[in-house]
């Protein structure tokens, strides 16, 4: 006996709802904004806030994402997606300029490479001080 092939019913909109509700993350430009010096220094040494993990003191600058403790976040930077989201802001984010020399008005140019690597965990710049101090 031959069964029909079962088909996706009109009402199963709830299945694709579920399939649409990926988290959100930061977009390539706002974590170029966000690893600008003085907002880099901000993001890494945040007040302590009790609604994020790990109190917001131990946050990935590239990923964008919050960490329990010290230990995760040097877990997470060998991970193969940190390793992705550092070779994607390796490229110079889009700009009007670019857009404007790609729809004619100007010459093209080929977008800047950047060396761009891990930040250092929170324990290793809190003892750098502590040592630069022994040495004096």
């Known amino acids: 006996m031959t069964y029909k092939r079962k088909r996706h019913h009109k009402e199963d909109n709830y299945r694709r709802r579920q399939w649409n509700k990926k988290p959100k993350t930061k977009d390539l430009d706002q974590i170029d904004d966000d690893m600008k010096e ?17 109190l917001a003191q131990h946050y990935c600058l590239h990923c964008a994402r919050y960490f329990i403790d010290d230990r995760s976040l040097k877990e997470h930077f060998r991970t193969k997606a940190h390793k992705r989201r550092l070779k994607d802001l390796e490229t110079e984010p889009y700009t009007i300029e670019e857009s404007e020399r790609a729809g004619g008005l100007g010459s093209f140019s080929v977008a800047k490479k950047r060396k761009v690597e891990t930040q250092e965990c929170n324990s290793i710049l809190e003892n750098k001080p502590k040592e630069q101090k022994m040495e004096n």
């Open 38 to 54: 003085e907002n880099a220094q901000k993001l890494i040494h945040q007040e302590i806030d009790f609604d994020k993990p790990g």
